[in-house]
């Protein structure tokens, strides 16, 4: 019998339980008699990355007695797919074993599959196990291994009741004791090339602007100083300033005026189209610019959002197209508050919204952005409260949207939050309702205001934000609301997928903000909990995603290696391209995926991403995103060419990175 199952079943390390059981081989610790045993909750799980909740120690991940097939266990780690942690084995000899699967609690939901990895080689697949089914048993012989991966993946259907078990997990060694270690993360290398000190005009190429509303746009461009900005076939009403790159004024007559922006140095010019189309749309293409959220949460201030501002010139990110500084909640009222700097009256003696102290003077603050030639951003929520409990717009929906638009904001956040309170159920004309009122109202302000729903994807907002008068819309809850960054952004960022019709220009899918640099994680300000390919892999999904950029994080410790992801030219021009179409999976594999964008030069932006724990190699089929023959192909972070390809291009990805590149000639402007 014995024999039977080794025939059958060691390849792949999987051993049914209940044959495990009556063959009597469950017991490693008696095999081994010398062994020492280490049980795996016993080890530091503080390494474990996990979608929900954190490892549990003899429990399941509620809490409760960790049961498999009706049996109850008295050890393991009650996990939650999707689920990896690494251990470093000394190469003596060393066995793994554990008896896995759903818990019983979930009454027959879930499904997860467990896998283990030994120095970077498949070694145990458990098939997706579904709640109910039959656990099954896991032993590894482990000696001479370095590395031991396990993992438990969400069986392609999202992670919900994936209650999974390491029921009896232990290691069973001599010689040094297994350790947990933390995910490996590569030396960040910073691929985006310095400006060249000659021009380029960066930025989009079209522009939205309403008749007669104030116009404020920085031309957008690198390149040594002094630098010398013009613009030719501007539509009257319009001027340049020479020294700043600032064109301000306002357009009375609607219609599309096909300009282009000059920036010329010592070294030489630099053009570079830009369409400005007079109507009633604006955000043409995804706006781009930071928002305070995930740097100071509740605690930000006038001079925060000052600095930030500061440091968008400083470090030159204005010079990549970035324009918005935003406000995200905590700036008003709060009621209740025990703190003087938040408390005080919600609104003057008219009903007119007051600021809090940390915010004194909010029209000399946007006066302050504006002067740098940016543009700046409010917060706020349709119900009596925002998220964060500070005063909401509920039933001052009027007043507030002129207030906004008098203290010289550019951009409103309207955030569900207490809504639900006062909204009357969530049926989709009650999620509708306050969009739709917010943005007839906005229309009838005198400035340009851009904006954005926040309400978490409810209803499908995708399908009818455009049509309630938003520029775009989150697709999902908090992208920073999670145990891991990394499974957050896949998440969030893949998920993307199948909403890409609802995308164009003035209206785009929103999946949240960038995440990287110094942000507020654990309670704390450190750098990104992402690592260096994770981070390639997010912003070169934004882009092919049309996403609108916005960094979140500090933008006063703004790293060499942050700034080279926000600002490579060529990964931008993708996000912003004109022709607003957010792109797709086109492919997809075990861990690998192909995601293909078209652009408006008849080129294709298209990513190959690893999702998984070791490096793959992943083909792009041209045929798959409307391509055949010979093609050339650009790497984007590192704007050079790759080569010509013939019908494909392969490129071996690391461990969650990405490779971007653009494939196709560029048809001329
Ligand atoms: C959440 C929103 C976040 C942030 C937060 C502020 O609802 O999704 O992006 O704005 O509220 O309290």
Redesign the pocket.
């Given at each position: 019998m014995r024999d039977e199952f080794r025939k059958a079943n060691t390849m792949r390390g999987i051993l049914p339980l209940a044959a495990l059981l009556a063959a009597g081989i469950l017991a490693p610790s008696r095999a081994q008699s010398t062994a020492t045993t280490l049980w795996l909750e016993d080890m530091d799980l503080a390494p474990a990355s996990q979608s929900y909740g954190r490892p549990h120690i003899r429990k399941t991940i509620i809490d409760k007695p960790i049961t498999l097939g009706g049996r109850v266990f008295d050890h393991g780690v009650g996990a939650h797919a999707r689920f990896t942690l690494r251990v470093r084995l000394s190469g003596s000899p060393c066995r793994f074993s554990s008896i896995v699967g759903v818990d019983d609690e979930t009454v027959k939901l879930g499904s997860v599959r467990f896998k283990a990895t030994v120095d970077g080689k498949l070694a145990v697949d458990s098939g997706v196990l579904k709640g109910g089914d039959a656990p099954k048993a896991i032993s590894l012989n482990l000696a001479g291994a370095h590395e031991l991966l396990l993992v438990v993946g969400d069986a392609g259907d999202g992670i919900a009741y994936d209650h999974a078990d390491w029921a009896d997990a232990r290691f069973d060694y001599s010689g040094a004791p297994p350790e947990t270690v933390a995910e490996p993360r590569e030396v960040a290398v910073s691929l985006t090339p310095k400006p060249s000190p000659k021009p380029r005009v960066n930025g989009p190429k079209a522009f939205g602007v309403r008749p007669n509303a104030p116009f404020l746009y920085t031309i957008p461009a690198t390149g040594r100083l002094p630098m010398n900005y013009s613009a030719s076939g501007l539509p009257k009403g319009l001027k340049v300033d020479a020294k700043t790159g600032r064109i301000s004024g306002c357009v009375a007559a609607r219609g599309t005026y096909n300009a282009t922006l000059i920036a010329r140095n010592a070294l030489g010019v630099s053009k570079r189209p830009f369409r400005i189309v007079v109507g009633d749309t604006l955000a043409l293409t995804p706006p781009m610019g930071w928002?305070s959220?995930y740097c100071f949460?509740?605690r930000v201030t006038d001079k925060d959002v000052r600095a930030a501002a500061d440091a968008m010139v400083r470090t030159g990110m204005i010079d990549h197209g970035y324009s918005y500084v935003n406000i995200?909640?905590?700036w008003a009222i709060k009621p209740n508050s025990s703190d003087p700097a938040l408390s005080g009256e919600p609104r003057d003696a008219e009903g007119r919204i007051n600021s809090n102290k940390r915010f004194p003077d909010m029209k000399a603050l946007t006066d302050y952005i504006h002067a740098k030639g940016l543009k700046t951003g409010i917060?706020s929520s349709p119900g009596p409260l925002?998220?964060?409990g500070f005063v909401g717009s509920y039933q001052h929906e009027e007043q507030d949207a002129r207030r906004f638009s008098d203290w010289g904001f550019d951009f409103l956040?309207y955030?569900?939050?207490s809504m639900t309170q006062v909204s009357g159920g969530l049926e989709l004309s009650k999620l509708e309702k306050p969009y739709r009122q917010m943005s007839a109202i906005l229309k009838r302000q005198p400035r340009d205001i851009v904006l954005n729903l926040?309400q978490?994807g409810m209803g499908d907002v995708w399908k009818w934000g455009r049509d309630v008068g938003g520029n775009s819309w989150?697709t999902t809850?908090?992208l920073?609301a999670a145990t891991s960054l990394a499974d957050s952004m896949y998440a969030i960022g893949l998920g993307q997928n199948g909403l890409e019709k609802w995308a164009g220009p003035g209206h785009w899918n929103d999946p949240?903000?960038l995440l990287i640099g110094t942000i507020t994680w654990e309670g704390a300000m450190r750098p990104t909990p992402l690592t260096p390919n994770e981070q390639y892999t997010y912003v070169s999904l934004w882009a092919v995603l049309a996403a609108p950029m916005f960094f979140s994080g500090d933008m006063t410790r703004l790293d060499a290696f942050t700034l080279s992801l926000l600002t490579n030219d060529e990964v931008l021009d993708v996000d912003l391209d004109r022709l607003g179409r957010q792109g797709r999976r086109v492919w997809k594999g075990e861990d690998a995926q192909v995601w293909a964008r078209f652009l408006e030069d008849g080129t294709r932006a298209v990513a190959l991403l690893n999702t998984g724990e070791a490096p793959v190699k992943v083909t792009a089929r041209f045929a798959d995103f409307g391509m055949r023959g010979t093609q050339p192909v650009r790497d984007l972070w590192r704007q050079r060419a790759v080569g010509r390809f013939n019908g494909s291009y392969s490129a071996v990805v690391p461990r969650h990175g990405v490779v971007f590149v653009k494939v196709g000639s560029p048809a001329h402007e």
């Open positions: 928002n959220w949460l509740n995200d909640d905590c917060y925002t998220c964060a956040k955030d569900w939050c926040c978490y989150r809850g908090d920073g949240d903000y």
